[in-house]
């Protein structure tokens, strides 16, 4: 606090106010000296609720908190049942998203249910605590980045409780629609295994003061956080969340902007969430070493069926043997190919009767067979998503686990805003020739579930060979020779 008398008259109010910003600046350099890291501060308070909430396992709740959390409870329970939910698209594959509409009467506003959920690379603490923490300053900064109006917290220092919290949000709208504003009282009770985080907005007659005068319309919100603890998958926590909220936006809103706004309400904090606590290598690393492991302990009883077997040896048969020795080949001389990048060696040939070529790689890798080949077969891994993801090339993508060496593997490409896009689908099946060779060829099929020519898409052809050969290991690190061979027929005209 500072006064000062400048001893000087007949100035206007807006120099003096110039001159009081000026000093006021020393402020925001003291405090810009001794911030510290946002992203650290918030995962200390995270951590620090996080074991606050593991001590306070099974403590009773007080009276007014208990009926908050029944109430809470009463929409989770009762509109989770199935009647009335309709599956929503959602915009992201680990999230499932659902909404419950019931058409108002007359003269009544529209209010949607909406629930989502994931499984999170994370404890239930932990997930809850990061809710909890609705004004973090990772969670203020993107508000901002959003241009919403306001985001705080209500403190009622008088009688307020540390498992308790009352936060205020003012959501920007597109015009014609004003603004809504969301005052709600949070609160979270924890159990074994399991954290409850019920929310609701607080009368209309509490008020918050944002410093400026805004056009709002109050909403108001109620539902329910539930995260439950899950087995731990290769040293990565796990738990389920699912959110269950009912969203009445106030005044008079469009119904497919209701139905927008509550499907956001579910879908944005879940896919926060999920982003927040990814551990995607750590994963997807345990997930291949346990099919590494169960494929070296069990592939001496793999049972082939008489169409595997035959479409595996008439792979082996064009790749192996007959590319190689230049049979059915215009030319039995390689074309080197230049590499991007210096260990693998890349050499293409053309095949008589086809307008295909057949592409070829060869290099060494600092792995076993069976963990080379489970990285390949791996289409769900979170790795090959994200990677999609990045190139935004591939559209779709499944894989169906048909038995324990052959899996139906389906894609939709992107080839160019001229062309209509490919799909591709094969079969994919692995097989041992010998104690040190593993070889994964790919086929084209044809399958119901995957009907050819849906949503316009060309169904293009092609043929892939994987061959790894055990090699002798250097300084323990076991090595294997990786040869692949690809011929791919995108059909159509181009």
């Not at 405090?31 to 593991?54: C, G, H, P, S, W």
Request: aromatic share 10%.
């Amino acid at each position: 606090v500072q006064q000062a008398d400048l001893k000087i008259s007949g100035l206007p109010k807006s120099f003096f106010n110039m001159i009081a910003r000026h000093e006021l600046n020393f402020t925001n350099a003291v405090t810009e000296k001794f911030r510290r890291n946002e992203d650290v501060v918030d995962r200390e308070r995270l951590n620090a609720l996080a074991e606050k909430m593991r001590k306070s396992r099974g403590k009773d709740l007080d009276g007014d908190h208990q009926a908050l959390l029944e109430r809470c409870m009463e929409t989770f329970t009762e509109e989770n049942q199935n009647d009335g939910w309709a599956n929503m698209e959602s915009m992201h594959r680990d999230i499932r998203v659902w909404m419950r509409y019931f058409p108002p009467k007359a003269g009544v506003r529209s209010v949607v249910t909406g629930k989502a959920t994931a499984v999170l690379d994370c404890s239930a603490e932990e997930a809850a605590a990061w809710v909890f923490d609705y004004c973090s300053n990772e969670r203020m900064r993107t508000s901002l980045q959003w241009r919403n109006p306001a985001r705080l917290r209500v403190r009622q220092l008088e009688d307020e409780r540390g498992n308790e919290a009352i936060f205020a949000a003012v959501k920007k709208h597109p015009y014609p629609l004003d603004d809504r504003e969301v005052i709600a009282k949070f609160l979270w009770r924890s159990e074994e295994g399991k954290v409850w985080l019920p929310f609701e907005s607080v009368k209309k007659n509490v008020e918050c003061d944002y410093g400026i005068r805004m056009k709002k319309v109050r909403a108001f919100t109620r539902g329910l956080w539930l995260m439950e603890n899950l087995p731990d998958l290769g040293g990565a926590r796990q738990c389920r969340v699912t959110l269950v909220q009912l969203l009445d936006g106030g005044g008079l809103i469009p119904t497919w902007v209701v139905n927008l706004n509550t499907k956001n309400a579910v879908f944005k904090p879940v896919r926060d969430l999920l982003s927040k606590f990814r551990q995607d290598s750590m994963v997807d690393s345990a997930i291949q070493k346990e099919e590494s492991a169960s494929m070296q302990e069990r592939w001496q009883l793999e049972e082939y069926s008489e169409e595997e077997e035959k479409m595996i040896n008439i792979m082996y048969e064009k790749f192996e043997r007959k590319a190689r020795a230049g049979n059915l080949l215009k030319s039995n001389k390689w074309k080197v190919l230049s590499s991007p990048d210096a260990f693998v060696k890349m050499e293409s040939i053309n095949e008589e009767g086809s307008s295909a070529a057949i592409g070829k790689a060869v290099t060494t890798v600092d792995a076993s067979i069976f963990d080379c080949a489970v990285w390949e077969m791996d289409k769900n891994s979170r790795r090959t998503y994200k990677s999609d993801a990045a190139e935004g090339l591939t559209l779709e993508r499944h894989l169906l686990r048909l038995n324990s060496h052959c899996a139906l593997s389906h894609y939709v490409l992107d080839v160019g805003r001229a062309l209509r896009k490919r799909e591709w689908l094969t079969k994919q099946c692995w097989q041992m020739r010998d104690k040190d060779t593993l070889i994964v060829a790919y086929w084209d099929v044809d399958d119901e579930r995957f009907p050819a020519g849906k949503n316009n898409y060309v169904r293009a052809t092609s043929a892939t060979f994987w061959k790894y050969e055990k090699l002798p290991e250097v300084d323990d690190i076991p090595q294997t020779k990786v040869t692949y061979w690809q011929q791919i027929d995108l059909k159509g005209r181009i």
